[in-house]
């Protein structure tokens, strides 16, 4: 590029999402062909197990969609009307609306500002003899401090969910998340890096919460109970063959995918820790592994004073890169939420960090990490502009 030049993004081919060959196409016309769509066909247990082993977890029970497969989780683990469950504000509503929908009461704990996810000092000031779960989020593909939750919930009677909706292949301290708690829960939507549109999967180690996810999914039954007798009150929340095809040849891309996003994201950090406008998150020295999902970057105030981030986000776009502004809202400030908190007699919190985030956090998408490493330079470059345009 020619210095001078007016920088714009437009000649960067970002990948658009989903991306899929040949193995898509032939697996889907397999299970078509088959005629086994659901019940009967091996797409799901195939794909099941081989997620649950990719994560490190003995077993793995696909499901419609990454909402249930929270709401199973923690059904299975236990948590029932009236329990607390400690999670995070800073995260799509399915992580907390589950825990609504089971009767149970979220109590959220602050965030730290620079991994996006919930503090455990923060989670142990919030503890009572309710609290049931604790529901970290693996925000942006960054796990959560897994060690100070797991500590903190220790001589407890407490079960940890991971909500890994967003963190496919990422690791804590050289492990992968989803077998970290009691379960982890991911989504395959149509955003998410291993998608087939919808779908979901909870993981785990544990027999027992294995089984009683699996009964819970399919209406209620288990292996020797008769076809329609349930023994628990279930749901038919399956996974379709058609989604277990196209996962199963999506998960063959995740290593590779997750390689280019890592060079990608040095390359684009290195260049932007310099930059007056906004501050670039570094990423916790405990992740050793990072599917990020999304590209946390902070605006910075001393530069840009009061202005909205909506405002930065539409100039960076308009620069031709892709960016969002993500959450804006703490989710312990929806309405429904809040009236829901009312209705069973908890006050409101006041949380801080949660509140700066939703503020100052703007996001790149992950598919901006799929361009090559030298391509970060207009990425940077917008970002740039945008600083010194905007004083
Ligand atoms: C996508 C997502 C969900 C919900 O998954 P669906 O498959 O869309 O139901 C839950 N939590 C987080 C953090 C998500 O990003």
Redesign the pocket.
């Known amino acids: 590029m020619v210095e001078g030049e007016v920088t714009r993004g437009e000649n960067l081919r970002v990948p658009p999402w989903p991306i899929w060959d040949e193995e898509e196409e032939r697996n889907l016309l397999s299970v078509l062909r088959s005629g086994k769509w659901g019940l009967g066909g091996s797409w799901v247990q195939k794909f099941e197990r081989e997620f649950a082993a990719y994560h490190g977890c003995q077993y793995g029970i696909g499901c419609a969609?990454?909402?249930?497969a929270?709401k199973v989780a923690l059904r299975a683990v236990g948590v029932k009307s009236g329990d607390e469950v400690i999670t995070s504000p800073y995260?799509?509503v399915?992580?907390t609306s589950v825990i609504i929908e089971l009767g149970a009461i979220p109590v959220f704990a602050d965030i730290n500002l620079e991994t996006l996810t919930i503090e455990p000092s923060e989670v142990e000031r919030r503890l009572s003899e309710k609290t049931r779960a604790i529901l970290p989020?693996h925000?942006g593909g960054c796990p959560a401090e897994m060690e100070g939750l797991i500590e903190v919930s220790r001589g407890r009677d407490i079960r940890i969910v991971e909500?890994a909706?967003?963190a496919h292949g990422s690791e804590y301290r050289n492990r992968r998340v989803g077998g970290l708690g009691d379960a982890g829960c991911f989504?395959?939507?149509s955003n998410?890096l291993v998608t087939a549109g919808?779908?979901?999967v909870i993981t785990t180690n544990d027999a027992e919460t294995a089984a009683l996810s699996r009964s819970l999914i399919n209406c209620g039954r288990t292996p020797t109970e008769d076809w329609y007798e349930s023994v628990v009150l279930g749901y038919n929340y399956r996974m379709s063959e058609f989604a277990a095809a196209v996962l199963s040849a999506q998960m063959k891309r995740l290593d590779d995918h997750m390689r280019r996003r890592e060079e990608s994201f040095r390359e684009l950090s290195i260049l932007c820790r310099g930059l007056d406008g906004f501050e670039w998150l570094e990423v916790p020295s405990y992740v050793t592994r990072h599917s990020h999902y999304f590209i946390p970057l902070t605006i910075n105030r001393n530069h840009f004073g009061s202005i909205d981030k909506r405002r930065l986000v539409s100039e960076i776009v308009s620069r031709g890169i892709p960016c969002s502004t993500g959450y804006t809202v703490p989710l312990s400030r929806h309405r429904p939420i809040v009236e829901y908190l009312m209705s069973r007699d908890y006050a409101q919190q006041e949380l801080t960090n949660v509140e700066t985030a939703c503020r100052d956090v703007i996001w790149f998408p992950h598919t901006i990490l799929l361009l090559h490493p030298s391509e970060m330079y207009h990425v940077y470059r917008v970002l740039r502009d945008v600083s010194n345009n905007n004083t």
């Open positions: 969609n990454g909402t249930v929270l995260t799509f399915s992580t989020v925000i909500d909706a967003q989504s395959f939507q998410k919808e779908g979901g």
